[in-house]
């Protein structure tokens, strides 16, 4: 990072809340400065120069500048709408989703080039997907990876044997698979099958063109799903906020049906 | 907090900070108002602090649209001229103001109070959708015009409403998203113009 006060990146806006009356103070993903926190001055004007260039989940040419508590984006040209993913209801959630999962698993001011290009590369998938969960599930996959959390998949995770081809056991708190001896559902392992256990070793070596090419039955992407999300939900000890707002999309659980009149 | 805190007597630097807090007025503003009461007549103080004290006191939510009302039903739900079968959905009561404003639209409103946002947890339960449903499954609404704001959360929650009315056979129509009046092509991002392209009209 330079010292001088003024700054260029490229970032990803992934958070935003209101500021003031007309400001927005955003949270950005940058390809050089890691997480950063910064005011869009008179964005939620209409007619501002700034407007929709810092809108939630646009990829944006900025211009900073570090001011003492937050810095102050001066210009900003959007690169990337993400266009088909707000025009999808299901596609939009996704996005949101991985903005939540980017901005918890991120500490401010920490560089991070190749989570940024992860994340850019995830947001351009999407953008041409017409169903989201396998971006995630590949996504959720990387992350962890490249953070620390590569879940142990080809050994037991406890006495270090080789898997075998069965059903094996899967424990976030021993950090990744166990074997049948070393398994103890009531110990918070859950059972992985050995389909599951293939695809998350083939996903960790493979870039996401490979990846999506695996054929997946309902009942796998399932199982990956549940996985990945009891795996994740352990190292952030908490629930992301928008898991459940997905769910109620996929469910296609709307709840809110009118009485019958 | 303000600088001369500690050499500003309590009553003083108290309204100066209540002040501060609202939006768009600073610490200047909050002083300049704060002296120019200190100055007024103790009835025109009064008259002011009996106004904030009433606004919460007399009003509550229109029973039709959950507009703020002093009123049940509401000024607008009330008036008889206004055309029950279109009903305009809004996030804030105060996005009402500047549709009044035009003129244009002579139908009625629906308040949700706030938007979808999955990132802080608010799910369409937190807003007053059911309340949206519940009307129009019981009044003679033939159009549904969701007025939400033209941003992530905005479009998310649009989206959402449309296809949870979209069964009951209503005609469900939003306000075109495009440029804005007073800005320029070139500050315009890619969403905004492919959007007022697709809402291109036929000029006569
Ligand atoms: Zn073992
Ligand atoms: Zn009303």
């Known amino acids: 990072m330079t010292s001088s006060r003024v700054y260029q990146t490229a970032g990803i806006i992934i958070k935003r809340h209101k500021f003031g009356e007309a400001d927005r103070l955003l949270t950005l993903f940058t390809s050089d400065c890691g997480k950063v926190r910064a005011i869009a001055k008179g964005a939620m004007r209409p007619g501002s120069k700034l407007g929709g260039h810092v809108e ?26 993400f266009l088909p993913i707000r025009d999808s209801l299901e596609l939009m959630s996704c996005g949101f989703y991985l903005s939540e999962l980017v901005d918890t698993f991120t500490e401010e001011n920490v560089a991070d080039r190749e989570l940024f290009d992860l994340f850019l590369n995830t947001l351009l998938e999407l953008a041409e997907a017409k169903d989201g969960e396998r971006i995630l599930r590949y ?15 080809q050994k ?7 898997l075998l081809p069965e059903v094996n056991y899967f424990s976030p708190a021993q950090g990744g698979a166990l074997c049948r001896n070393c398994g103890y559902p009531d110990m918070g392992a859950r059972t992985i099958s050995i389909n ?3 695809v998350l070793r083939f996903w960790l070596r493979c870039d996401f063109a490979t990846a999506s090419r695996v054929k997946l039955s309902t009942e796998l992407t399932g199982e990956i799903k ?6 994740i939900r352990y190292i952030l000890e908490k629930q992301l906020k928008s898991i459940e707002w997905m769910d109620t999309l996929a469910n296609g659980n709307l709840t809110l049906e009118a009485p019958p009149s | 907090m303000n600088p001369d805190f500690f050499t500003t007597a309590r009553p003083i630097s108290r309204l100066i900070e209540e002040f501060n807090k609202l939006p768009g007025v600073g610490l200047k503003t909050a002083q300049r108002l704060t002296y120019h009461l200190l100055q007024a007549t103790p009835e025109k103080s009064r008259d002011l602090a009996e106004a904030i004290i009433a606004l919460k006191q007399n009003l509550h939510l229109c029973s039709v649209c959950l507009n703020i009302t002093d009123s049940d039903p509401c000024g607008i739900c009330s008036d008889a001229t206004r055309d029950r079968t279109k ?22 409103y629906h308040v949700l109070h706030g938007v979808i ?16 449903l519940v009307r129009l499954g019981s009044a003679a609404v033939t159009e549904v015009i969701l007025a939400t704001n033209p941003n992530v959360e905005g479009e998310a929650t649009s989206m959402y409403i449309q296809r949870l009315i979209s069964p009951l056979g209503i005609r ?3 306000l075109a998203r495009g440029l804005p009046f007073g800005g320029d092509l070139e500050y315009a991002d890619d969403v905004t113009l492919s959007r007022a392209l697709e809402g291109r009209q036929e000029m006569y």
């Open chain 1, 196 to 198: 599951a256990l293939k």
């Open chain 1, 156 to 162: 037991c995770a406890n006495c270090g044997k080789l």
């Open chain 1, 226 to 231: 549940g996985l990945m999300r009891e795996n």
């Open chain 1, 139 to 153: 996504f959720e996959l990387r992350l962890l990876s490249h953070l620390g959390y590569r879940p142990q998949l």
């Open chain 2, 117 to 132: 946002s999955p990132s802080d947890g608010i799910k369409p339960e937190d807003l007053r959708i059911r309340d949206l």
């Open chain 2, 172 to 174: 469900v129509t939003r």
């Open chain 1, 56 to 81: 939630l989940l646009t990829h944006s040419q900025m211009m900073l500048a570090r001011g003492r508590n937050l810095d102050i984006i001066t210009q900003a040209q959007a690169i990337d709408n």
């Open chain 2, 87 to 108: 009903v305009c959905v809004v996030e804030e009561p105060i996005d009402i103001i500047p549709l009044e404003r035009t003129r244009k639209f002579r139908g009625l």
